[in-house]
């Protein structure tokens, strides 16, 4: 009779990174590991627009600049959304509302900025860049425009007046942040460098990331400033060959790519796999330090907000916050990129694209969530036992699981339905088929308090023939040779010649003896 070859072994799903490896929906994972409800979010009013690229708060509301019929909307707070401007260029990468309320966008690939005010939108400035990627006001009336492809920094007076302050060696200049003492931070694309631009427009290099792109910069307490770094040159949008040459206008078009499709940084970031990094130093100027990095996820926009920094990206729409050295993932919405972080009430509006919407943060948590288990790999066909759970739920039905398996890496129609829900701290799987692949679904909340789970843990039995992997002699056997066995054998292998010299007391494998001493021996 058969007998299975391999003990019972264990997938574990007890730690942050493992969590985030699965899909959230609802919930969220803290910096210990804890998968718990999230705060809730809202999305508010119907964006009809294939990609938002920017958004910032506004006195009535947010502001969000769209592509790629170039229109900028109002949001207000019930969802009602308005034009502000169309019809201008193909798309709106950078927006900012100054002290007045004064709204201004930067068009692109004409490089042209757009004031709106009291209901008129009109041309303010050409600045004979391609793009403009972001606007920053300087607190005297003016503005900074950070362009490309030349790497230009512009400077527009309060009356309409500018000129080129400074030009960088990079293709880019992507991202920028006024400082109180009237100096600047820019980040670069497509090497990646942090600088620091001083009032009489010399500038100086703070860091080299080692990446492609410093997309985001922000300030936080304490005289600390925060930026990220990625990976894909200026972010998820190609030139076209046009467009390198000068081309611009409302009839030049502009590329959204997916995730990843755009060139790599050659740094030591890059070469280690990583896609984005979030940098910390101080803002006059002083070392920079790396305080996470994600090799997945892209970051689009960083927000200084109720003590806390909060990570906006993509490829899944996540939203994390740094606190005290430690990501947590807040939320994980259903569109591809967070691209945009705002003030608000109760915690960050969310601005996303593919496809556009916009989201507000509630008081409250979430009632229910569901969180999915990445497909964990058995390495063969296996039969499935029991799921332990790990937690502070204490009423039943707290936390419902479900389980399915397959064959395939991935999960198709070929897989098994999905188990009924079961409740409890032990949950069999008998019911789930064998397969070389398991899913674990775990729905949670319902209850007061809502549950917080710490991790688990599934049994699964590997149903494969036994394998003899190596056949070792006990040292304390010193038998003789027989000569019977050596006239009667044919001994044609040097390796089974050596073991047929230790016949008088037989070979050990493990705790099987297998005696050879025999007189005819195949």
Same mark, same amino acid.
């Given at each position: 009779?058969g007998a299975?070859?391999?003990?019972?072994?264990?997938?574990t799903?007890?730690?942050?990174d493992?969590?985030?490896?699965?899909?959230?929906d609802?919930?969220?994972?803290?910096?210990?590991?804890v998968?718990?409800?999230?705060?809730?979010v809202?999305?508010?009013?119907?964006?009809?627009?294939?990609?938002l690229?920017?958004?910032? &708060?506004?006195?009535?509301?947010?502001v969000?600049a769209?592509?790629?019929?170039?229109?900028?909307l109002?949001v207000?707070?019930?969802?009602?959304v308005?034009?502000?401007?169309?019809g201008?260029?193909?798309?709106?990468?950078?927006?900012?509302?100054?002290?007045?309320?004064?709204v201004?966008?930067?068009?692109?690939?004409g490089?042209?900025?757009?004031?709106v005010? *009291?209901?008129?939108a009109?041309?303010?400035?050409?600045a004979?860049?391609?793009?403009?990627?972001a606007?920053?006001?300087?607190?005297?009336?003016?503005?900074?425009?950070a #362009?490309?492809? *030349?790497?230009?920094?512009?400077r527009?007076?309060?009356?309409?007046?500018?000129?080129v302050?400074?030009?960088?060696?990079?293709?880019?200049?992507?991202?920028l942040?006024?400082?109180?003492?009237?100096?600047?931070?820019?980040?670069?694309a497509?090497e990646?460098?942090?600088l620091?631009?001083?009032?009489?427009?010399?500038?100086? #290099?703070?860091y080299?990331?080692g990446?492609?792109?410093i997309?985001?910069l922000?300030?936080?307490?304490?005289?600390?400033?925060?930026?990220?770094?990625?990976?894909? *040159?200026?972010?998820?949008?190609?030139?076209?060959?046009?467009?390198?040459t000068g081309?611009?206008? &409302?009839g030049?078009?502009?590329?959204?790519?997916?995730?990843?499709?755009?060139?790599?940084g050659?740094?030591?970031?890059?070469?280690?796999?990583?896609?984005?990094?979030?940098?910390?130093?101080?803002c006059?100027?002083g070392?920079?330090?790396?305080?996470?990095?994600?090799? *997945?996820? #892209?970051?689009y926009?960083?927000?200084w907000?109720?003590g806390?920094?909060?990570?906006?990206?993509?490829?899944?729409g996540?939203?994390?916050?740094?606190?005290?050295?430690?990501?947590?993932?807040?939320?994980?919405?259903?569109?591809?990129?967070?691209?945009?972080?705002? #003030?608000?009430?109760?915690?960050?509006?969310?601005?996303t694209?593919n496809?556009?919407?916009?989201?507000?943060?509630?008081?409250?948590r979430?009632e229910t969530?569901?969180?999915?288990?990445?497909?964990?790999?058995?390495?063969?066909?296996?039969e499935?036992?029991?799921?332990?759970?790990?937690?502070?739920?204490?009423? &039943?039905?707290?936390?419902?699981?479900t389980?399915?398996?397959?064959m395939?890496?991935?999960?198709?129609?070929?897989?098994s339905?999905?188990?009924?829900?079961?409740s409890?701290?032990e949950v069999a799987?008998?019911d789930?088929?064998?397969?070389?692949?398991?899913?674990?679904?775990?729905?949670?909340?319902?209850?007061?308090?809502?549950?917080?789970?710490?991790?688990?843990?599934?049994?699964?039995?590997?149903?494969?023939?036994?394998?003899?992997?190596?056949?070792a002699?006990s040292?304390?056997?010193?038998?003789?040779?027989?000569?019977?066995?050596?006239q009667?054998?044919?001994?044609?292998?040097?390796?089974f010649e050596t073991?047929?010299d230790?016949?008088a007391?037989?070979?050990?494998?493990?705790?099987?003896?297998?005696p050879?001493?025999?007189?005819?021996?195949?």
């Open positions: 009779a299975p070859a391999s003990e019972v072994r264990f997938f799903l007890s730690s942050r493992t969590f985030l490896d699965g899909e959230l609802g919930v969220s994972v803290d910096s210990l590991g998968l718990r409800l999230a705060q809730r809202a999305r508010i009013g119907e964006i009809e627009e294939p990609f690229f920017a958004a910032t &708060p506004h006195p009535d509301g947010w969000a769209t592509g790629n019929s170039g229109r900028l109002l207000a707070p019930d969802g009602t308005s034009t502000l401007l169309e201008g260029e193909p798309t709106i990468f950078a927006v900012a509302v100054d002290d007045a309320g004064v201004w966008a930067g068009g692109s690939p490089g042209r900025l757009y004031r005010a *009291e209901g008129e009109r041309v303010a400035y050409e004979g860049e391609t793009y403009i990627w606007i920053e006001p300087d607190g005297e009336g003016g503005l900074w425009l #362009t490309g492809t *030349e790497g230009r920094l512009h527009v007076g309060a009356g309409g007046s500018g000129a302050v400074f030009d960088a060696d990079d293709v880019h200049l992507r991202s942040l006024a400082l109180p003492d009237g100096r600047l931070l820019a980040g670069t497509s990646g460098l942090l620091i631009v001083e009032e009489d427009g010399s500038a100086r #290099t703070l080299d990331s990446l492609s792109e997309v985001a922000e300030a936080g307490a304490g005289g600390t400033c925060y930026a990220a770094a990625i990976r894909s *040159e200026a972010g998820f949008v190609e030139m076209t060959p046009q467009q390198q081309q611009s206008g &409302p030049a078009s502009v590329t959204v790519l997916e995730e990843g499709a755009a060139g790599d050659q740094g030591a970031a890059a070469a280690q796999g990583v896609r984005s990094q979030v940098l910390r130093f101080p006059e100027g070392v920079v330090e790396t305080v996470w990095s994600f090799q *997945e996820e #892209t970051v926009d960083l927000l907000a109720r806390r920094l909060w990570i906006a990206t993509g490829q899944e996540k939203v994390f916050s740094l606190e005290d050295g430690s990501v947590v993932l807040e939320r994980d919405v259903n569109e591809r990129q967070v691209v945009a972080l705002m #003030t608000d009430d109760h915690g960050p509006a969310l601005a694209t496809a556009a919407a916009l989201y507000r943060s509630l008081a409250e979430e969530g569901v969180y999915t288990s990445p497909v964990l790999d058995a390495g063969e066909i296996a499935f036992g029991t799921l332990h759970w790990r937690g502070d739920a204490t009423e &039943p039905g707290a936390v419902r699981i389980a399915r398996s397959g395939s890496g991935e999960p198709d129609r070929t897989w339905d999905w188990s009924a829900a079961r409890g701290r799987l008998g789930v088929a064998s397969g070389r692949y398991l899913q674990i679904r775990l729905a949670v909340g319902g209850h007061r308090p809502p549950p917080g789970l710490v991790g688990g843990s599934a049994g699964y039995l590997k149903s494969v023939r036994p394998e003899i992997e190596t056949i002699v040292p304390e056997k010193s038998p003789v040779m027989h000569d019977s066995l050596r009667g054998a044919m001994l044609e292998m040097e390796t073991l047929a230790t016949c007391g037989g070979i050990d494998l493990d705790t099987v003896t297998f050879i001493c025999q007189r005819h021996v195949d």
